[in-house]
């Protein structure tokens, strides 16, 4: 019996294929792997991760890699994809006008106006005036709380900002309950003897009075004008537990939009169309679509859309080693994010969500060197290797081995850095199209809007479902089903939210609420997937009409994940297509397709190659 | 040199006296700190139903005959930063004092089962603190500060806000903690006299007992 590999080199993983071909030309799979891909998608780098995938592979049947007598590696579409942010608008808040933060325990919920004064110059206050009392963290709470029952005999005193943790602990010891702000990190940029208003919210509420600007009116005293300058304030205090407007002359919130470049789409008939990446996604898409086949991209010179695309262009021309000039970005997906950014001149360390625009661009080059990796590939385990197949052709002969599937099928090949397209219809022909974001794009969303700290952990939420630990014993799940533990779990994980892996719980160290979490995850994948399905369905489509598609195998990666084919079955069910996950083999899921149609071509093929 | 039976007899008739003689000197210092206090009259702490409760049980000899951490700040200011980080988070501080062992874990795991949130801390007078919740094994915890030396007044208060959060089932961050590998080294004596006479005011009888009045 022959042993023949297929190997197909994806953007994050390599997938192997062993089959046994008897003498008598009947075929037999006997084993698979799925391996990270090592390096950049068709540079020689991947050579590395294909010796392990099939060393692996072939130790599953306990013979060496030499034994192979072929190696089929696949034609891999030159298409590599890059994702990047760019940050659109700039909040800043002057001459220190607001305070708006979600500080854990403020006290003593209500709404006061007063005028501003520091702790130190409680002596200076008169008896007509209420005064909003401003303490640094040198004063003890229980000095705070003295000072202001001393004071209170004799003046009006209406509201606290605490600069420490302690606004519970001043509430207690007060004998009159009043509005306490606690956790202003900058208490010392807070200008005296100025009026103020100050609201803090009942719990689990938001403020009222102070994110509406006739409410700040009302509190302040202001004019039709002055009230219409506050606006931007109201604005950014929505859904805050406490808050304070200081009244200055100059004081605002201002929403800066930044320059963020132009992108030049050159169409293939040679017109050209510009836009501004501040325009949002929707725009640039529209555009896109308009420009219909793309010759390239460009980005304005010295913006910071520019230097991305530059950048991934360079990349390419380096890691293909083609001259100057030969490398076009043919797709972008552009999708609209927020972004929790630090607001600069703020007191309390205030973040806002401020608009961003996420883009995956896809590189063409003429031509990956896969001839290059078969030749190092051949010295290094001394099997001949073959380059052999388009991608797209072999994962659609590889899909067509789920059980159910006939002819004319497409398939939808969902992978980490693009979503491809092919449909074979019954006489062979073969339509295919690339578009550019995928998985990694998602990440990078997920990343992004719950401001994590690294990507890993973004990756982990895209792949597994949330859940709560409520106590040592019990988990909370997304459903709001509820999960018992035979035994108690780690301590670690109490009261946190965890990812749940098949075997194992992970903890999300960042502070974010399960429900938040759910929230971005599903828009995230519906943003990319759904969107970048239909996309790439309609341009396979006879006619460009995806009602002509009567069935569609869902492959690649991202396949596997536990929500993204739901949402493509809801989403296609509107135009009565049949289209579910692929099951390769009756028994590999939505993975390896590219490798098992690279095995399977050998036997339809003609072998000079031996 | 010659051995013989006649030798090892003397040696060993050497050897015997001389730990006879120890053994009087040792019983002549049973303690190396001060005489054992009796808290016979003392009331005994029951377990609480109030669900905004966290229990602090501190060590034997605590208040009493050690005043201060082994860094020599005043375990009254420790206790005042502890209640205070509770009291902030909305929870209420109950604080008693276990006499049934000097075990920084066993400490917080006999606060936790009397507390009516089940989460405890545990606090030695030393200052070593844990915080303990009632479902957990002994030597295991919430969150462990193992180096007494490397703790400050801020870590109290965030050791009682913390125990207070995962007592009101909040996601709790950890609190950082330092780590110095000479912390030990440099300790070392100190802290086995301070466990020696924290130990020495251990009472089995009397296992846990009500420490400040509400």
Known sequence: MKLIAGVDIGNSTTEVCVGGVASDGTLEFLSSVSRFTTGTKGTVDNVAGIKTALEMAMEKLNRPVGDLSLIRINEAAPVIGDTAMETITETIITDSSMIGHNPSTPAGAGTAVGELLSIRHLGQGDTGTPYIVVADRSVTYEAVAELLNKAMERMQIVGVILQADEAVLVENRLKKKIPIIDEVRNVDMIPEHKMAAIEVALTGDSVRMLSNPYGIATLLDLDAEDTKAVTPIAKSLIGKSSAVVIKTPHGNVKENVLPAGEITIVSKDGNRRTINIDEGAVPIMNLLEESGEIQDMVGEAETNVGNMLSGIKNNMENLTSEQTGSVHITDILAVDTLAPVLISGALAGETCMEKAVGIAAMVKTKQLPMERIAQVLTEQIHVSVKVAGVEAVMATLGAMTTPGTTLPLAILDLGGGSTDAAMIDETGTVRMTHKAGAGELVSMLIQIELGLHSRTTAEEIKKYPVGRVESLFHMRLENGGMHFFEEAIDPRLFGSVVLIEPHDLIKIEENVAMEKIIQVRKEAKQKVFVRNALRALREIAPEHNIKKIPNIVLVGGSAEDFEVPEMLMEELAKYKIVCGRGNIRRTEGPRNAVATGLVLSYIGGKHDDE | ?214
């Open chain 2, 1 to 214: 040199m010659e051995y013989n039976e006649e030798l090892v007899a003397a040696i060993t008739k050497a050897v015997l006296q001389q730990i006879n003689e120890q053994n009087v000197s040792q019983t002549d210092r049973q303690h190396i700190g001060s005489a054992k206090t009796s808290y016979a009259n003392a009331r005994l702490a029951e377990k609480s139903t109030n669900p905004k409760e966290v229990v602090v049980g501190v060590g034997p000899a605590f208040q009493r005959e050690i005043k201060a951490t082994i860094t020599g700040i005043p375990l009254d200011d420790v206790l005042r930063n502890i209640k205070a980080g509770i009291e902030e988070e909305g929870m209420v501080p109950r604080i008693v004092k276990v006499l049934k062992t000097s075990d920084v874990d066993f400490m917080g795991l006999e606060a936790a089962k009397i507390s009516g949130s089940g989460v405890g801390i545990g606090l030695q007078s030393k200052g070593t603190a844990v915080i303990h919740q009632k479902d957990l094994y002994p030597l295991s915890n919430l969150e462990l500060f193992p180096q007494a030396p490397l703790i400050s007044l801020e870590m109290y208060r965030a050791i009682g806000k913390n125990a207070a959060k995962y007592a009101k089932g909040e996601k709790v961050t950890p609190i950082e903690t330092q780590n110095d590998p000479m912390v030990r080294a440099k300790y070392q004596v100190k802290a086995a006299l301070m466990h020696i006479r924290e130990t020495e005011q251990v009472d089995p009888k009397i296992p846990i007992i009500v420490w400040e009045e509400a």
